[in-house]
């Protein structure tokens, strides 16, 4: 039932001892409350005065009281305790998965992501707060009360006894078959997560393909199979707790019969027989909570175990923190015989392979080639969410590096993919998102610069505009915009690194904000991927890009009409693009 993790949470040793203690607290009320009653109950059985009656009725009241304060105690401490541990795992788990960046989320999925880390952490806070108490109860209400009920009368405190592996035997192998039902049932609810949130994402694609029907389907089956998982672990969880509850009340039946017996042929006195009674039930309290939490817990378990899994996976090696002094007019990048494989992909195939690339100063380097030749791999290596293999060299300016994942060259890099992620904010807050504290002016002017201010003066709250999701839509080419403002505004930022930015793009959208683009560009190192080939002409440097391997490299004027492989790629893109090299 425990999570062995469980054990290695912060001052897990101090709240069990805790927690120990006021079981036990507990446990000696429970016998208290029951010497009290039994007592009470034997005055009057033997018709004694009503003074004797107070003192065991005083035992007993306090006895209950200090119980129910005990669970009162009890409780507040492990919801604190519950509380403070998931209230510090989220940040952390939060950390961790932005560590692990996003080629881990595409690997396993947004949707079990956002399983953990939402109903998931929930999960984990009814685990820790309903197991530890049950622990610690356990332990000192059975041993207790056995000890009692044999002192008073040892047959009884023998049956007691020989019932208790009974018991756990059958709630073992019910556990275990909870257990592995369990297991399915939340591997399938994280694929119906997975399955749910893909089909939302794509529901425009769905429903322009005319399948939406289908997918309907496809989560109504995955949903049923849930729902069918689910029911079989409620099955076994409603029969292990028939089972148990059966058990102990036979158990309590054969104590109340064998007492029987023996209070008629006068073996016993009516104290010890009426005090082991009330205590049988308390004796199998606790395990029965057990059982019935094992399976109301399993969730938790499971989440927790999910919690785990995802701080194990080792983060990209961290790289040694750099005194580097940012990307200058002099600076230089010498990427040598750098190789990139993707975790799934097959053996022996790599996506990026023996890249060489030489990049100075301010210079503009676009990276062509035809679809799934490798530009957004190689774009997501130099933006350190792809880590290259062993044995790839990186030199910046005279600083040895393994990756791009070093928050020397991040902080000097503005990514821009095909569709930048706008956040449901404003307009002015998605602009300054990774400068909080870009002043309202700084703001108004980025916006100027990426050339907005028509549209804004369009809008009647202008900046102040919520957009984003569940908001007011906006077009592509103002995404981009809004995403080429959040460079303007962040000025220390010196290197872009652009995914196809205008892929998406009609041709005039594009041609508007390639206007705006080209002066930004000016005092930037600008990294370029591009199925469009009129950005050429505005480029030092270009890197044809074929299988991963770079096929051809130079500037425009030296690779054009050498037949080679940048002049292959202009024929096929047609003649449309030919047109504008005038190389
Ligand atoms: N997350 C991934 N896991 C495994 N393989 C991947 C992953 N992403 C891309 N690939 C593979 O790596 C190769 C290069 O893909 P990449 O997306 O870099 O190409 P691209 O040139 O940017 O294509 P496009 O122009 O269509 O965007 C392809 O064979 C692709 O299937």
């Given at each position: 039932m425990i999570d062995k993790s469980l054990l290695k949470f912060p001052h897990i040793r101090q709240k069990m001892l805790l927690l120990a203690v006021l079981s036990f607290v507990q446990a000696v009320a429970i016998v208290g409350q029951a010497v009290g009653l039994s007592r009470a109950l034997v005055a009057i059985w033997q018709l004694q005065k009503l003074s004797a009656l107070w003192k065991p009725m005083l035992v007993f009241f306090s006895a209950f009281i200090l119980r129910q304060l005990m669970d009162v105690a009890k409780n507040q401490v492990a919801t604190h305790y519950a509380d403070a541990n998931v209230t510090r795992l989220r940040p952390v788990l939060q950390a961790h998965l932005f560590g692990l960046g996003p080629a881990y989320l595409h690997r396993h999925g947004t949707g079990s992501i956002v399983t953990v880390l939402i109903d998931g952490l929930d999960e984990v806070k009814t685990y820790i707060q309903t197991v530890l108490p049950k622990m610690t109860d356990m332990v000192f209400v059975p041993l207790l009360t056995l000890i009692y009920v044999t002192y008073e009368n040892w047959l009884s405190g023998l049956v007691l006894f020989i019932m208790l592996p009974l018991i756990f035997f059958f709630m073992a192998i019910l556990g275990l078959a909870a257990r592995a039902k369990s297991n399915q049932q939340y591997a399938d609810f994280t694929h119906l997560n997975n399955t749910f949130v893909d089909t939302i994402l794509g529901l425009s694609t769905l429903k322009m393909l005319g399948v939406a029907k289908d997918y309907e389907k496809d989560i109504y089956s995955v949903s049923e199979r849930f729902?069918?998982?689910?029911?079989?672990?409620?099955?076994?969880?409603?029969t292990s707790t028939f089972a148990l509850d059966f058990f102990t009340t036979l158990a309590i039946a054969i104590i109340a019969v064998f007492l029987g017996y023996r209070l008629i042929d006068g073996g016993i006195v009516l104290y010890p027989a009426l005090v082991s009674l009330i205590l049988a039930p308390e004796f199998f309290l606790p395990i029965r909570q057990f059982g019935d939490d094992y399976h109301a817990t399993l969730n938790g378990k499971n989440a927790l175990a999910q919690v785990n899994n995802v701080l194990a996976e080792p983060l990209p090696s961290s790289q040694p923190t750099i005194s580097w002094a940012g990307w200058r007019p002099d600076s230089t990048l010498q990427l040598d015989h750098v190789n990139f494989r993707y975790a799934d992909a097959a053996k022996g195939i790599n996506a990026l392979t023996d890249i060489q690339i030489h990049a100075q100063g301010m210079e503009k380097i676009a990276v062509v080639g035809r679809s799934g030749s490798g530009k957004s791999t190689l774009l997501n290596l130099l933006a350190g969410f792809n880590q290259p293999?062993?044995?790839?060299?990186?030199?910046?300016?005279?600083?040895?590096?393994?990756g791009f994942n070093t928050p020397a060259w991040q902080d000097q890099i503005s990514y821009i993919p095909q569709a930048p992620y706008i956040f449901s904010a404003t307009i002015?807050?998605?602009i300054r998102f990774y400068v909080p504290q870009a002043t309202p002016d700084a703001v108004q002017q980025a916006a100027a610069g990426a050339g907005l201010t028509d549209w804004l003066n369009e809008l009647p709250e202008g900046l102040a505009t919520m957009i984003g999701e569940g908001n007011r839509g906006i077009s592509g080419g103002q995404a981009?915009?809004?995403?080429?403002?959040?460079?303007l505004v962040d000025r220390q930022r010196r290197i872009l690194l652009f995914d196809e930015p205008t892929a998406h793009l009609d041709i005039e959208t594009e041609y508007d904000l390639k206007q705006t683009l080209l002066p930004?560009?000016?005092d930037h190192l600008v990294i370029f991927a591009t199925h469009r080939l009129h950005w050429l002409p505005d480029m030092d440097q270009i890197i044809v890009l074929e299988h991963g391997r770079i096929s051809e490299q130079g500037t425009l004027s030296q690779l054009r009409g050498q037949g080679g492989a940048l002049d292959h790629l202009i024929a096929e893109m047609g003649g449309k693009q030919h047109a504008r090299f005038k190389a």
């Open positions: 729902r069918k998982k689910t029911m079989s672990v409620i099955k076994v969880a409603l293999a062993a044995g790839s060299r990186i030199m910046l300016d005279d600083h040895s590096l393994n002015a807050d998605n981009q915009r809004i995403a080429l403002a959040r460079v930004i560009m000016h």
